[in-house]
C-alpha cells in the first residue's frame, strides 16, 4: 500500500511512439520505486497495454480519475488516462502528429497535478521534437512547456550523476554562438543562480567550479582571453555576492575532481562540454534536473529511440535513476519553496 509519507511523483509517459512507455513500465515493475514513491503515470492505457504485450512484460492497470484513488502498489501502475492516442493508427518507432500532441497533453496534465497539489513533482521520460513540430504544439522540449505553464524566466538545467553535478551556462546554441553569451554578467547571474539551486536541493554552503573555455584556461592569456576578459571578472563578481566558486579551472580536470568530492556542483559553458563529462562518467545512470521553475522536475537524458521502440531492449536504468532523483529531492526543495 502507499506511503502517506512519501512524495507523489507525476510521470507523463513521453511520446507514445518512443521507448518512453518501455522505460516507464520497466522502472515500475521494481519494488524500489515504491519504497521511496508514489508513482502516478499520466498516460494512454491502449498504449500502455500494446507496450506491455511487445515487450513481455505485463503489469496491471488500475484507472484513476483522482489521486486520491490511487493505491501504488508494486505490480500495478496508478494510471490517470487521457485516452488521447487512436490505437489503430497508432505506430511505435515513427513521427508523429497524433503522438506528439498526445505527449504535449500528458505533460501538461502532469503541470495540472503540481498546480492542484495532487502530485509533488514530474519526472519525465523523454519526447521528440519533431513530432511536437508535426502536432500544433508550440514548444519545441518539455523545459519550454514548463516555463511556459509556470510563467518562469530561463530555466537552468543541472546533470547529476553518481556524485558529479553539472550546470550549463549555455545549452542548445551552436559553439560559434555560445561563446559570445559568456559574458561576466551571464557567468555572475549563473553561478548565484547555481548557488541557489544547489541549497533548494539540500545542499549547504556549496562549493562551486567554474570550467574554463580555452586550453588551460587559456593559460594567461597565450590560448584566448575569455578567462581573463570575462569568465574571472563574472567568478569575481558572484563571489563577492556570496558564492564559494573556483575557476576558472582547467575543464579537463575540473569533472573529475567534482565527482571525487572537491566540488558539489560544475558550471560548464557549454552543451557538449558538460554532456562529455558526465555521459563518459556513467551514461546511463545521467539525470537531468530543470531548476527555476516553482517545482521540482527530473527527466531521463536520453531520447526517444525510435530505432529500437517497442523491441524491449530498451535501458530503463536513467528512468529509475530519475524517478529515485525526484523522490530524493522532494522534501528538501518542497521545504524551501515553502
Wanted: with cysteine; charged share 25%; aromatic share 6%.
Amino acid at each position: 500500500m502507499s506511503n502517506k509519507n512519501n512524495p507523489t511523483i507525476a510521470i507523463p509517459i513521453g511520446d507514445p511512439a518512443g521507448i518512453g512507455p518501455e522505460i516507464v513500465i520497466k522502472s515500475l515493475a521494481q519494488k524500489e520505486i515504491y519504497d521511496v514513491c508514489n508513482p502516478l503515470v499520466i498516460g494512454d492505457k491502449d498504449v500502455l497495454e500494446t507496450i506491455m504485450e511487445a515487450i513481455d512484460t505485463h503489469l496491471n492497470i488500475h484507472i484513476i480519475k483522482k489521486t486520491n484513488e490511487a493505491n501504488y502498489e508494486p505490480g500495478t501502475i496508478d494510471l490517470i488516462d487521457l485516452n488521447n492516442v487512436e490505437i489503430d493508427s497508432y505506430e511505435m518507432g515513427v513521427v508523429s502528429g497524433m503522438c506528439g500532441q498526445a505527449s504535449y497533453e500528458y505533460i501538461k496534465k502532469a503541470h495540472d497535478l503540481i498546480e492542484n497539489e495532487e502530485a509533488d513533482a514530474i519526472c519525465t521520460p523523454p519526447i521528440n521534437k519533431e513530432s511536437l513540430q508535426a502536432s500544433d504544439v508550440p514548444y519545441i522540449d518539455h523545459t519550454a512547456m514548463l516555463s511556459a505553464f509556470t510563467d518562469s524566466h530561463d530555466p537552468m538545467t543541472m546533470f547529476e550523476v553518481n556524485d558529479l553535478r553539472i550546470f550549463f551556462l549555455t545549452r542548445h546554441v551552436s559553439l560559434k554562438d555560445s561563446i559570445p553569451m559568456m559574458t561576466k554578467e551571464r557567468v555572475e547571474d549563473y553561478l548565484i543562480r547555481c548557488k541557489e539551486a544547489l541549497e533548494l536541493l539540500g545542499i549547504d554552503e556549496p562549493k562551486l567550479a567554474l570550467a574554463g573555455l580555452n586550453p588551460h584556461s587559456g593559460e594567461g592569456g597565450l590560448f584566448g582571453r575569455e578567462e581573463i576578459d570575462e569568465l574571472t571578472p563574472g567568478l569575481e563578481a558572484a563571489r563577492q555576492r556570496g558564492v564559494e566558486v573556483n575557476g576558472p579551472v582547467p575543464a579537463d580536470s575540473v569533472f573529475h575532481q567534482a565527482a571525487h568530492g572537491k566540488y558539489d556542483a560544475v558550471l560548464s559553458l557549454y552543451h557538449d562540454q558538460g554532456h562529455i563529462a558526465a555521459k563518459m562518467y556513467d551514461f546511463e545512470r545521467t539525470v537531468s534536473v530543470t531548476n527555476g521553475l516553482p517545482y521540482l522536475r527530473t527527466s531521463v537524458d536520453h531520447g526517444t529511440a525510435f530505432d529500437i521502440a517497442g523491441k524491449g531492449i530498451a535501458s530503463s536504468v536513467s528512468m529509475v535513476e530519475a524517478i529515485k532523483a525526484a523522490a530524493k529531492y522532494t522534501p528538501f526543495f518542497r521545504k524551501q519553496i515553502k
